[in-house]
């Protein structure tokens, strides 16, 4: 199973989406708030601007899309 990590901001409506998606479908995730000083370094890594950004397992998919996250999970 692949690791999943949701990189998101508390009043970002698609990062509820993705987290509401997740925990619908019962799928184990770590949250990252990326307005924490810990969420803002490993997110820096990245070398990313927006969110939400989904990791699954070594891939990375920018933005929320159903059909995306579902290729990339499988």
């Known amino acids: 199973m692949k690791r999943i990590i949701l990189y998101t901001m508390s009043n970002c409506p698609h990062c509820q989406t ?7 479908k019962n799928i184990p995730f770590r949250l990252c708030n ?3 000083a810990a969420g803002q370094k490993e997110f820096s890594k990245l070398n990313l601007r ?3 950004v ?3 397992g ?8 159903i059909k995306s996250f579902n290729a990339l999970y499988k």
């Open 18 to 24: 993705a987290k509401r998606y997740l925990e619908e």
């Open 58 to 65: 070594d891939q990375i998919l920018k933005g929320f899309d």
């Open 50 to 52: 927006g969110v939400p």
């Open 54 to 56: 989904l990791k699954v």
């Open 34 to 36: 990326i307005k924490t």
